[in-house]
């Protein structure tokens, strides 16, 4: 009797250490999987962009950069504050397979679901583009490769192959008319290609009905007014005077008269740091020398500025066939109907020139 007790005994006592395994066991993996959920949720909600000034961080994610430089750059502005959490839930999303450029715009205490939902879907953030005073196109295509993620070669071979453009009446010598200065909101991984395409619609958009119909009533066409404008950027920095300043050459034009524009003549010769033109420099053979060749030269001699296109447009109506630079050095111009009063003019301001020892 005693010994079927004792088995009984053993048996409860056995079957309540299993029962104290079992709960220990459950137990055990209940605050582990607590742990678990606590770390995966803190990986995903918790805040994990610390920015010490509190202002966003602009990221620019190349388009051959893989998961290695995108982290390479996060980190290198510390302001992740857990990176395990953040490969580890990249991982889990597979963002190294979806990587996507662009400039994407990071705010504090942004977390990494939201921080990687917005990389992984290429949910970018324009940037504002902005350029003036470009002489050249080469110039201004190196001022996008240093805004935008394209190279300067790629957006010259775009504007010279885009069919619309040559329907258009441009060409390789006054492409850059194509290009009127201003901000512009853009997404700087844009393509050679589709920049040019925004940039003809900004132009379409630029030359609205009524500067078409000014343009026509001057007998010029947008190109041609651009070119002008472009002539008269280099005469004068003062907006007031451009209007004036295009009439003198409105009515030289219209006279079949040679425009004489000296800017013109520094652009021929490429050397942008002549401050005299002389008689030397007169006669450079260019199609630009409007010493020499009659009528509007074959392009811009700059990337005009909408002051100065505008203008053109609006170009005074007077009687003035010359101007020169005032003798005091302003900036500013005289101007004269004839050549004895030019001729007085000039005088004037050559003798300002050497007395400030100007001498090229």
């Given amino acids: 009797m005693e010994t079927i007790r004792s088995y009984h005994n053993k048996q409860v006592n056995k079957l309540k250490k299993i029962k104290r395994y079992m709960f220990m066991t459950l137990a055990v993996m209940a605050v582990i999987s607590v742990f678990v ?11 994990n962009i610390l920015i010490i000034n509190g202002e966003k961080v602009s990221l620019y994610i190349y388009s ?6 995108v982290k390479q750059k996060l980190y290198s502005d510390s302001i992740i504050i857990n ?65 935008l993620e394209m190279d300067s070669v790629s957006l010259l071979k775009a504007v010279r192959e885009n069919a619309a ?8 010598e006054n492409a850059a008319s194509l290009f009127i200065p201003n901000t512009y ?3 700087w991984n844009i393509d050679a290609n589709d920049f040019v395409e925004k940039m003809i619609n900004e132009y379409n958009r630029f030359w609205n009905e009524e500067r078409r119909s000014k ?23 003062k907006v007031s005077e451009m209007p004036r300043i ?17 800017p013109t003549l520094v652009f021929a010769l490429g050397d942008f740091e002549i401050k005299r033109v002389l008689d030397v420099h007169k006669e450079v053979e260019s199609p630009y020398n409007t ?32 101007f020169c630079a005032k003798d005091d050095l302003s900036g500013y111009h005289v101007f004269a109907k004839n050549m004895r009063e030019h001729n007085i003019n000039a005088e004037k301001y050559r003798k300002a020139l050497n007395k400030k020892k100007i001498w090229k």
């Fill in 64 to 69: 051959d950069d893989n998961f290695d430089d």
């Fill in 246 to 262: 295009a009439g003198v050459y409105v009515n030289r034009l219209k006279k079949n008269w040679l425009l004489q524009a000296d």
């Fill in 83 to 147: 990176q395990k959490s953040f490969e580890w839930l990249a991982k889990k999303l597979e963002y190294p397979k979806y990587i996507k450029s662009g400039h994407y715009v990071i705010s504090n205490n942004m977390n990494n679901n939201k921080l990687l939902n917005m990389l992984r879907s290429g949910s970018q953030t324009p940037v504002k583009f902005t350029f003036n005073n470009m002489r050249t196109i080469e110039q201004f295509a190196g001022r996008v490769a240093e805004q």
């Fill in 185 to 187: 909101e853009l997404y």
């Fill in 215 to 237: 343009a026509e009533s001057l007998n010029m066409s947008p190109i041609e007014v651009s070119i002008m404008a472009s002539i008269v950027d280099k005469e004068t920095t």
């Fill in 165 to 172: 453009l040559k329907e258009m009446g441009f060409n390789e």
């Fill in 291 to 322: 010493y020499k060749y009659i009528g509007l030269p074959p392009g811009p001699i700059c990337i005009p500025s909408i002051a100065a296109i505008d203008a053109v447009l609006n170009a005074e109506n007077h009687k003035y066939f010359y």
């Fill in 37 to 47: 959920f606590v770390k995966m949720y803190k990986a995903i909600i918790f805040p």
